[in-house]
């Protein structure tokens, strides 16, 4: 819980059996995770059995693809801050506190792996995977004028109820390239965004995709294109953007409140003064007609 909002943490889960229930602990850990989802996208022989015990819930997707299997844990859950993230070892539930803080001012809070303080050692985020991730990002950041990016991979994020109910009729795409899709359209829709920086460690297993070279490859051509076509308009959709629709944020809310706080002891105040006005000074001075 934070701030009396539910947090939910979504795992997609393929091939980490041999991480997952660390993954689930290390969340469960901070106290301030409310419900750890895992999502079973025909994951391998195990790791049920690895889930069982730790508290999560586990369901499953059937339809293969790392964003089929978010999309599912998000149409799964009714919690006011949602994180994606993944059981492979690689990140970590000492950065939930880190994406709460930061939802305090914004409804979506992207992570990235590229910081190099962050990086610890076997991370899998060579020069390729932590240039290339950088470059799109940037070209994201460039041609949408947003503010810093410097990840387009990261899962680990953290997007309000609000947000996630504004993009998810427009949330398509099933594989690997799910998460710059909902960068994307938080773009679109005008959503306030900020990035922070994960620690991002050695991850326990081999990837189905960054761990190939030319998967990885055609991963960054695919989210290449994917940015220059939500640019250039092969994305056209009837969105409703966030400065029409959305609440105000946290510290605006805040503040309106003090203001209005601030008034009504202004009108109690005048209204003290008013009727002191109209009482008599000393009892000696109220009259027969008074008392009746």
């Given at each position: 819980?934070?701030?009396?909002?539910?947090?939910?943490?979504?795992?997609p889960?393929?091939?980490?059996?041999?991480?997952?229930h660390?993954?689930?602990?290390?969340?469960?850990?901070?106290?301030?995770?409310?419900?750890?989802?895992?999502?079973?996208?025909?994951?391998?022989?195990?790791?049920?059995?690895e889930?069982?015990?730790?508290?999560?819930?586990?369901?499953?997707?059937?339809?293969?693809?790392?964003?089929?299997?978010?999309?599912?844990?998000?149409?799964?859950?009714?919690?006011?801050?949602?994180?994606?993230?993944?059981?492979?070892?690689?990140?970590?539930?000492?950065?939930?506190?880190?994406?709460?803080?930061y939802?305090?001012?914004?409804?979506?809070?992207?992570?990235?792996?590229?910081?190099?303080?962050?990086?610890?050692?076997?991370?899998?985020?060579?020069?390729?995977?932590?240039?290339?991730?950088?470059a799109?990002?940037?070209?994201?950041?460039?041609?949408?004028?947003?503010?810093?990016?410097?990840?387009?991979?990261?899962?680990?994020?953290?997007?309000?109820?609000?947000?996630?109910?504004?993009?998810?009729?427009?949330?398509?795409?099933?594989?690997?390239?799910?998460?710059?899709?909902?960068?994307?359209?938080?773009?679109?829709?005008?959503?306030?965004?900020?990035?922070?920086?994960?620690?991002?460690?050695?991850?326990?297993?081999?990837?189905?995709?960054?761990?190939?070279?030319?998967?990885?490859?055609?991963?960054?051509?695919?989210?290449?294109?994917?940015?220059?076509?939500?640019?250039?308009?092969?994305?056209?959709?009837?969105?409703?953007?966030?400065?029409?629709?959305?609440?105000p944020?946290?510290?605006a809310?805040?503040?309106?409140e003090?203001?209005?706080?601030?008034?009504?002891?202004?009108?109690?105040?005048?209204?003290?003064?008013?009727?002191?006005?109209?009482?008599?000074?000393?009892?000696?001075?109220?009259?027969?007609?008074?008392?009746?």
């Amino acid at each position: 819980m934070w701030h009396g909002k539910k947090v939910a943490v979504i795992f997609p889960t393929y091939n980490e059996k041999d991480s997952i229930h660390q993954a689930i602990l290390s969340y469960y850990a901070t106290n301030l995770v409310d419900e750890v989802i895992v999502v079973n996208n025909n994951a391998a022989p195990g790791t049920s059995e690895e889930v069982a015990g730790t508290g999560a819930r586990e369901i499953f997707e059937s339809k293969q693809g790392y964003g089929n299997a978010l999309l599912c844990g998000l149409d799964s859950t009714d919690a006011n801050l949602i994180i994606l993230s993944e059981p492979d070892g690689t990140f970590s539930g000492h950065d939930v506190i880190k994406l709460l803080a930061y939802s305090d001012d914004v409804p979506v809070v992207f992570g990235t792996r590229t910081t190099r303080e962050f990086i610890w050692q076997g991370a899998n985020m060579g020069k390729f995977l932590r240039w290339g991730n950088w470059a799109v990002a940037k070209m994201t950041e460039v041609l949408f004028n947003t503010t810093l990016l410097t990840d387009m991979g990261c899962t680990q994020r953290l997007l309000s109820r609000e947000a996630v109910q504004q993009i998810r009729p427009h949330l398509t795409i099933g594989g690997s390239h799910f998460g710059p899709q909902v960068l994307l359209e938080v773009i679109e829709h005008g959503i306030p965004f900020v990035e922070i920086p994960m620690n991002y460690c050695a991850r326990v297993g081999e990837s189905s995709v960054t761990g190939s070279y030319w998967k990885a490859w055609k991963l960054g051509w695919r989210m290449i294109f994917l940015v220059l076509g939500y640019r250039f308009g092969l994305h056209p959709r009837n969105r409703t953007l966030w400065q029409a629709s959305a609440a105000p944020p946290p510290h605006a809310r805040q503040q309106q409140e003090d203001a209005h706080s601030n008034a009504s002891l202004v009108a109690l105040g005048l209204e003290v003064q008013k009727h002191e006005a109209k009482v008599p000074e000393t009892l000696d001075s109220v009259t027969v007609k008074d008392l009746k």
